[in-house]
C-alpha cells in the first residue's frame, strides 16, 4: 500500500516536472519573440 502511494506521487512529480519544463520553454520563446518585436530593424 505504502510503496503504491510513493510510486504514484512519484508519476506526479515527473509529470509536474515536465509540465514544468515545457511552461519555461514556452515562457523562454514568448519572451525572445516579444524582444525581437520590439527590437527596430
Request: proline share 2%; net charge negative; glycine share 12%.
Amino acid at each position: 500500500m505504502e510503496d503504491g502511494h510513493h510510486k504514484k506521487g512519484w508519476e506526479d512529480f515527473k509529470t509536474f516536472t515536465i509540465y514544468g519544463c515545457i511552461g519555461v520553454v514556452i515562457l523562454v520563446a514568448l519572451m525572445a519573440v516579444f524582444l525581437t518585436e520590439r527590437t527596430p530593424g
